[in-house]
């Protein structure tokens, strides 16, 4: 009986061995036929394939130096229009929001108590006047009798004080008339600068004193009009730089997008001090504002030209790229890319100037740089939208893109 089992296990074993043999030399035989390479060399060379790309030429010409910054429209001059005189607001001739010349009739106070008291100074006038000159008849009397010793000295004297009392009176006189014409003028309440009225902050038959504090009305001036932005401490020397030059900083203003022109200006003054708390200095720009585009107090953005480079090789912003070892970009040249080190200069709006590493009309690559190394192949791909990754089957398991690392 242990007998015929020894047998069959041996049989079973051998049974097995026997599969093991025909599977191994099964996968042998398969494997030996089989064209193509491993697996992980396949994904390998599909990822070093030709990388899609699309490029920009650098170009040479002139270039724009300069500054951006935030900035708010501020009037030259704003004015709050108060009454100089005591009384009840008569009449009121302005529209809020209306423009005005400079002496524009805005509003009347009651003239009538002022027009009283200018006709008291001016009967006081007239009464010290008529007194004048019978003193001074008598002056002429008592000099004829003093030549002919028939006063004393001191009679004509006193006759002479009395004479320059009543012209000193007559002086006082005088100015209590212009006085009272001058409080007179000024229930006439005038627009004391051309411009813009606010809204109207008093009624008709309300009494107005010099003490207002909000006063009738404001006035803004519209044109010229200025606009208040600052900049980095460590941009003034450029600024000074260029205002020392003698040349006119062309300034421009733009809505709070950045996108559109509201204005073009100059610039007309820098302060005197930089702010300690922020680190800035505050620059003003005149704007002849002819179309009312810059409101007073608006937000805009600010462009400050410094100067113009001739001859500046340009790129897109786009195209730089940054790395521990400094900016770079890629260049095309026999359909293949290769890093190159640039210098950058200033910026102006989506263009950078280089300085040094770039001539005019080299082709740098501008988007698909994520697979790019140094000697890469491309292929260039025309047209606006983004380019296509490159033909490449998805990486299995082993697999790995063989693009580089940035440097």
């Known amino acids: ?28 035989y398969l494997l030996s036929r089989s064209p193509s390479a491993p697996v992980g060399m396949m994904s390998r060379s599909a990822w070093d394939g030709p990388v899609a790309v699309r490029t920009a030429n650098a170009e040479a010409g002139e270039l724009s130096v300069q500054i951006k910054a935030i900035g708010t429209v501020t009037p030259l001059n704003t004015v709050t229009v108060r009454s100089r005189v005591e009384g009840e607001l008569a009449r009121v001739l302005f529209e809020e929001g209306q423009e005005v010349e400079k002496g524009t009739l805005l509003a009347e106070i009651d003239p009538s108590s002022y027009r009283v008291q200018l006709a008291q100074a001016e009967g006081q006038y007239q009464q010290n006047q008529a007194e004048l000159a019978g003193a001074e008849q008598d002056l002429a009397l008592y000099r004829d009798l003093y030549e002919q010793d028939s006063i004393a000295r001191q009679q004509l004297t006193q006759q002479e004080a009395l004479v320059n009392q009543l012209r000193g009176a007559m002086k006082a006189n005088q100015a209590q008339i ?147 070892r400094g900016t770079y970009v890629y260049v095309l040249r026999d359909n293949k890319a290769y ?50 990754e490159a033909a490449a089957p998805t990486p299995r398991p082993g697999g790995r893109p063989g693009g580089g690392a940035r440097p």
């Open 178 to 324: 212009d006085s009272a014409r001058l409080q007179l003028a000024w229930t006439r309440i005038e627009a004391p600068i051309t411009g813009r009225l606010g809204l109207r902050n008093v009624d008709p038959g309300n009494l107005v004193s010099t003490g207002d504090t909000e006063g009738l009305v404001t006035i803004t001036q519209m044109r010229p009009i200025s606009v208040v932005f600052t900049i980095p401490e460590g941009q003034l020397n450029a600024v000074r730089s260029a205002v020392a030059a003698g040349k006119p900083m062309p300034v421009e203003a733009l809505d709070r997008n950045g996108e559109t022109v509201l204005a073009s200006g100059r610039l007309t003054t820098l302060d005197n001090q930089i702010d300690t708390a922020t680190g800035t200095l505050r620059l003003r720009a005149e704007f002849e504002n002819d179309d009312n585009s810059l409101f007073p107090n608006q937000f805009v953005n600010v462009r400050l030209q410094l100067r113009t480079l001739p001859d500046a090789v340009t790129i897109p912003a786009d195209a730089v790229q940054y790395g521990s």
């Open 339 to 388: 890093l190159r080190p640039i210098m950058l200069g200033p910026v102006d709006g989506e263009r950078i100037a280089v300085s040094e590493g770039l001539a005019d009309g080299e082709p740098v690559v501008l988007e698909g740089m994520e697979r790019l190394r140094d000697g890469r192949d491309v292929v260039v791909i025309e047209g606006d939208s983004a380019p296509p």
């Open 1 to 28: 009986m242990s007998e015929t089992r020894s047998a069959l296990f041996s049989r079973a074993r051998l049974i097995w061995v026997v599969v093991l043999v025909v599977v191994l030399g099964g996968l042998w």
